[in-house]
């Protein structure tokens, strides 16, 4: 409900004056503090001015709106003038005027809690302002609107210049508070000037420093990558040489001497473990490790892991069991990085497992067209809190086996990283003494390719040239090759010297190396097939490089192709045999 305070005419320049000064009487005892008393009084005096010079004069009446808990000032400017015909221009503050004509509308609009226009062309216009009364104003009841009107008439001077005095002062400290208020404004503008010049430098800084760990993680990451002949090599020649020893192929060795050549080659296999796990993170941060898509079943990819895992199942006490997956579609991915994924979980749930199984799954989901295959253990199980460090490189969860299991703290988060690049993605759920399932989720296919196949040829010859350009494994192969006498052996150390003992000593097949100086195995193999005389020799390249199908492909020519790290007496007497036709090994 409204009720009414005072009314003031407006028909000269000095009402104006006087309106500005009885809107701030008005508002002070509305209990409106200074600052409020004068954007109100600004804000009428700007309106009533509109009135005057454009609408011909008017009337400005102070109101009191709303009930006791709630309420507001209003002050209604009316006029019988032309009305406002760009009203909505000026609302959206697009119309431009020489005369100022709109400005004191929009600056009203800022100062009150409320203005609403109601104009008419040819009929006037009506402004009504509205101020919400602070809330630490006590209520006013209608009744004391008579005793606060008095108040403000007595008031009132009737002295124009005392008026336009007090307007000034308002003015001068008004202005007074803008220059303090611009001081501040300075003020903090250079403090945060300041301030973004440490930024500035502070982000310069960090983006220097990232720059320096981004290139020392790629020199790293590069320098891995790109060793992994040179790491892999020495590896093998021990491990060749131990294989050599413990096959007795230079005679027998005391129970002593078999106990510390066993230990030699522990030794051997754990560091050719880590590094093999350290040259596969670095080959993937560096993205060089690619996708090698084929086509296999899951009943084959058991097959072979029931075989390379034998040898880790040393307990009778736990039993290895792999589930036969019936109506399983075959697969096409890269079988050797899911193959080595599993090797990873299954080597973890023996080392973790004193009794019972690890059990082996496979299922298909036939919608999502994925494979999940699970490895579950009853062993001694993961904490809640420890199954997301188990994928942080180098981190051992301790426990009370992790005395006899030792591992790199790389097996997992190479799983992850393999994982992601065939598009799968690993999982984990375990409870401490209830055992763990690790699981491979993955799309049954991946867009890749075939890997090349391997040609085979058997001529009938004996004479071998081993062309290597490390001595160890050299020695190691005369060694085992030298243990039969159906084979004599000739070497070379790159492939530029295996030409000349190719013409002179004409070897019936050559074991070739594919990292040498001066030319490499590649390169010699294409000279040996380029030639007519020596395009029919059999070739068996053996490497320290992992075997995957860009290298089969680049390879192709050769009749076999097989690890350094897998060559025993065994395997490779029986290529020779292949293709040579040379005697079987014994056992």
């Not at 409900?1 to 002070?28: G, K, N, P, W, Y």
């Not at 990558?225 to 020893?245: G, Y």
């Not at 005395?403 to 690993?426: D, F, N, Y």
């Not at 053996?542 to 395997?571: F, M």
């Amino acid at each position: 409900m409204r009720h009414a305070i005072i009314s003031t005419a407006l028909q000269s320049e000095m009402d104006i004056v006087f309106v500005r000064q009885r809107a701030r009487s008005v508002a002070a005892r509305l209990g409106f503090d200074a600052q409020d008393q004068t954007r109100i009084a600004t804000a009428v005096s700007e309106i009533a001015r509109n009135a005057y010079a454009y609408g011909g004069g008017g009337r400005a009446e102070f109101l009191l709106d709303g009930e006791l808990q709630s309420q507001s000032m209003v002050i209604r400017i009316s006029d019988t003038g032309p009305g406002i015909r760009q009203l909505e221009s000026i609302l959206e503050g697009r119309y431009k005027s020489r005369t100022g004509m709109g400005l004191g509308i929009i600056g009203a609009k800022r100062l009150m809690d409320g203005v609403t226009i109601d104009t008419t062309p040819g009929k006037g216009t009506v402004v009504e302002l509205r101020k919400a009364r602070p809330s630490r104003a006590a209520p006013l009841a209608p009744q004391a609107l008579g005793a606060l009107a008095s108040a403000v008439a007595r008031e009132d001077s009737g002295d124009p210049l005392g008026a336009l005095r007090d307007q000034n002062r308002e003015l001068i400290n008004s202005l007074s508070e803008l220059k303090e208020r611009n001081e501040e404004l300075q003020t903090l503008s250079r403090e945060l000037e300041d301030t973004n010049r440490g930024v500035v430098a502070l982000y310069s800084e960090l983006d220097e420093k990232a720059e320096q760990l981004r290139q020392a993680s790629e020199l790293k990451t590069r320098f891995l990558s790109n060793m992994s002949h040179e790491f892999r090599t020495p590896l093998n020649s021990i491990l060749a040489i131990s294989r050599m020893l413990i096959d007795r192929i230079d005679g027998e060795l005391t129970p002593e001497q078999a106990r510390q050549v066993g230990y030699i080659r522990q030794s051997a296999e754990h560091l050719t473990e880590l590094v093999n796990d350290l040259l596969d993170l670095a080959k993937v941060e560096a993205g060089k490790l690619d996708v090698k898509a084929t086509r296999f079943t899951i009943t084959e990819l058991f097959g072979g892991l029931r075989g390379a895992m034998r040898p880790l199942q040393t307990s009778e006490a736990v039993a290895l069991i792999f589930e036969e997956a019936p109506g399983l579609p075959a697969l096409n991915t890269d079988e050797g990085k899911v193959a080595q994924i599993l090797r990873n979980f299954i080597s973890n749930a023996l080392k973790f497992t004193e009794t019972g199984e690890v059990r082996v799954k496979a299922a298909w989901d036939a919608q999502a067209e994925v494979v999940t295959i699970a490895v579950s253990d009853t062993g001694i199980g993961i904490a809640t809190s420890d199954q997301g460090r188990i994928f942080d490189e180098f981190v051992q969860v301790e426990n009370r086996l992790q005395a006899r299991s030792k591992g790199t703290g790389l097996g997992l988060p190479l799983s992850r990283k393999l994982a992601e690049l065939i598009r799968g993605e690993v999982l984990v759920t375990s409870e401490p003494g209830q055992g763990s399932c690790f699981s491979l989720v993955f799309p049954a296919e991946f867009n890749g390719t075939k890997a090349a196949g391997v040609s085979s040829a058997s001529p009938q010859t004996r004479r071998v040239l081993i062309v290597d350009d490390d001595e160890a494994f050299r020695y190691v192969l005369r060694q085992i090759i030298g243990s039969d006498p159906a084979y004599e052996v000739v070497e070379a150390e790159n492939g530029l010297e295996a030409l000349d003992s190719i013409r002179v000593a004409r070897p019936d097949a050559i074991l070739l190396d594919v990292q040498m100086p001066v030319m490499d195995g590649p390169a010699l193999l294409r000279r040996l097939r380029e030639e007519p005389s020596t395009a029919a020799i059999p070739v068996i390249v053996s490497t320290s490089h992992v075997i995957d199908p860009a290298l089969r492909t680049q390879l192709g020519v050769a009749q076999a192709l097989i690890s350094k790290e897998a060559l025993s007496r065994d395997v490779l007497l029986s290529l020779l045999a292949g293709v040579t036709g040379g005697p079987e090994p014994v056992a």
